[in-house]
């Protein structure tokens, strides 16, 4: 994947999805925000090896290289509420965990969970369509299993 670094395959992972795509604008301006971020994320006064970015305008990534220092629940607290200030700032919505990424026409879309019922049921897309599986922990699953076929996903259960 673009940009991710070389972090060990243990290293845990959040992916969220926005309910838009991002302008090339706000996706280098939230890019800014978030590698502040991650160069000032602590947990337990410890300093975490974290990396954050916008990928393919739809997705914030967030890793921690736990070698050194763990995230703990205070830290996970922290990257939640810098991501819902994130939100407002941005006018999008991170958390809705219906909002489904898919490959087609040569790039990702979206669609609510309704629409991808639909778009299931229609024949537009299948159980070889092509699904980013954001409920990747580890950046050895992110390498292997983020993009897979949707009736080898957990979005097999929603249509």
């Known amino acids: 994947m673009v940009g991710v670094p070389d972090f060990s395959e243990q290293s845990r992972v959040w992916i969220y999805t926005a309910n838009r795509r991002l302008s090339e604008a706000e996706r280098d301006n939230m890019n800014a925000l978030l590698k ?5 994320w602590v947990s337990h006064n410890r300093s975490l090896k974290a990396h954050a970015q916008v990928i393919e305008d739809l997705f914030v990534l967030l890793m921690v290289d736990e070698s050194q220092a763990g995230a703990s629940g205070c830290s996970i607290d922290a990257s939640v509420h810098f991501l819902k200030e994130m939100q407002e700032q941005f ?3 991170l958390f809705d965990r219906m909002n489904f990424s898919f490959v087609s026409d040569g790039g990702f879309q979206l669609a609510g969970r309704n629409d991808f019922l639909r778009l299931y049921q229609s024949g537009e897309i299948d159980d070889k369509t092509i699904v980013a ?11 292997a299993k983020f993009l897979i076929p949707l009736g080898e996903s957990w979005h097999r259960r929603m249509v």
Request: glycine share 6%; charged share 35%.
């Open 36 to 40: 502040s971020f991650a160069q000032r």
């Open 91 to 93: 006018d999008i919505d």
């Open 133 to 143: 599986n954001t409920l990747v922990k580890t950046k050895g699953e992110l390498d």
